[in-house]
């Protein structure tokens, strides 16, 4: 038996935006060993042979930037709102999970608005508890968020 009262009037899932895919990776990569190995022969024919070593540390260092990166990015952010509960859970990039719930009728959402950057902060805060959600959206990305949640907020609380 499904309550009606039970389902979402919203759903969101807010993950980080990463432009560079896999294979990206891989040809940005391959490009960067090209360009180290070619920079480096020049020095390797001077005699001056640590140079070379510099340009390969300098190749591990972009590449574990870039594995950080992809890890960080599966971290998400979850918002399921029904007429009863609205449900907050974000889920680190470790897996490490945090969850919060809330009655949508003692709920509101928080906007901090920068004049020149636009909406910088949104808080979900109910009875005291703040927390603070869509923190890897833009500027733009947050104002839609935030016009869809608050719609869908008002929806709930009215019944």
């Known amino acids: 038996m499904n309550d009606p009262a039970a389902e979402p009037l919203f759903r969101a899932l807010i993950t980080?935006?990463?432009?560079?895919?896999?294979?990206?990776?891989?040809?940005?990569m391959t490009l960067m060993c090209v360009a180290t190995f070619v920079s480096s022969v020049p020095f390797?024919?001077?005699g001056a042979?640590?140079?070379a070593g510099f340009f390969g540390l300098d190749l591990?260092?972009?590449?574990?930037a870039f594995r950080v990166n992809?890890?960080?990015?599966?971290?998400?952010?979850?918002?399921?709102?029904?007429?009863?509960?609205l449900l907050l859970r974000?889920?680190?990039?470790?897996?490490?999970?945090?969850?919060?719930?809330?009655n949508p009728a003692w709920t509101r959402l928080e906007r901090v608005c920068d004049e020149d950057f636009g909406l910088q902060r949104l808080t979900v805060v109910s009875r005291?508890?703040?927390?603070?959600?869509?923190?890897v959206l833009s500027a733009d990305e947050k104002a839609d968020f935030a016009d869809a949640f608050s719609a869908?907020?008002?929806?709930?609380?009215?019944?």
């Open 90 to 102: 974000k889920v680190g990039h470790r897996g490490d999970r945090r969850e919060w719930r809330f």
């Open 152 to 159: 869908a907020l008002a929806t709930a609380k009215r019944g």
């Open 128 to 135: 005291g508890e703040s927390v603070s959600v869509g923190n």
């Open 16 to 28: 980080p935006h990463r432009s560079l895919g896999q294979s990206a990776f891989r040809l940005v």
């Open 60 to 64: 591990l260092a972009i590449y574990l």
């Open 70 to 85: 992809f890890s960080r990015a599966r971290s998400f952010e979850e918002v399921v709102l029904s007429r009863i509960e």
């Open 49 to 51: 042979w640590p140079v």
């Open 44 to 46: 390797m024919l001077a």
